[in-house]
T-cell receptor
């Protein structure tokens, strides 16, 4: 599975959009991009996934570049409860073998 | 109506003991997983069962033995506990009939070996 690179930490003001980048330059054609988050002391939570088209659900939007070498997770109106570690994962076996990296610690400030 | 539950939430034990962690899901999923999150917060898959059959077995010491009595349960038994086993263990489940497989995680079991 392709390796991902994410910033170690980011800050965002409450109510503003949080844009979390992820580089996955070695992604192959059959690999999906998954985003999970882990709020302190809780189990990871699925956010969204995509293959090549942009995706949106009730939690977030996922923008994947045309060459698929990077993606951005967008939380449109961040709240304090969105403070968590966000993991970008690239995986080819349909999400059954997730490899979590270091992720990005997002801190939403009041 | 917890989706994925684990017991116990905290487990403190001494080196050399044998302990079990239980996991149950009420989502009707057919695949269950065990993950280990170490002190550096790296989360790594250990095992995966689909319909009670082992399908993923990462490089894990033989002291760790998963047991799946039915599709809704996946227990983790650990023999001869060592200090390095101290970690948070997460159970997860997914439905292989729903592609791609979104995983639902339990709250975790914090194991401390002294």
């Amino acid at each position: 599975d392709a390796k991902t690179t994410q910033p170690t930490s980011m800050d965002c003001a409450e109510g503003r959009a949080a844009n979390l980048p992820c580089n996955h330059s070695t992604i192959s054609g059959n690999e999906y991009v998954y985003w999970y988050r882990q709020i302190h002391s809780q189990g990871p939570q699925y956010i969204i996934h995509g293959l090549k088209n942009n995706e949106t659900n009730e939690m977030a939007s996922l923008i994947i570049t045309e060459d698929r070498k990077s993606s951005t997770l967008i939380l449109p109106h961040a709240t304090l409860r969105d403070t968590a570690v966000y993991y970008c994962i690239v995986e080819r076996t349909s999400g059954s073998r997730l490899t979590f990296g270091e992720g990005t610690q997002l801190t939403v400030n009041p | 109506d917890t989706a994925v539950s684990q017991t116990p939430k905290y487990l403190v034990t001494q080196m050399g003991n044998d302990k079990s962690i239980k996991c149950e899901q009420n989502l009707g999923h057919d695949t269950m997983y065990w993950y280990k999150q170490d002190s550096k917060k790296f989360l790594k898959i250990m095992f995966s069962y689909n319909n009670k059959e082992l399908i993923i077995n990462e490089t894990v010491p033989n002291r760790f033995s998963p047991k799946s009595p039915d599709k809704a349960h996946l227990n983790l038994h650990i023999n001869s506990l060592e200090l390095g086993d101290s970690a948070v263990y997460f159970c997860a489940s997914s439905a292989r009939t729903a592609f791609p497989y979104e995983q639902y995680f339990g709250p975790g079991t914090r194991l401390t070996v002294t």
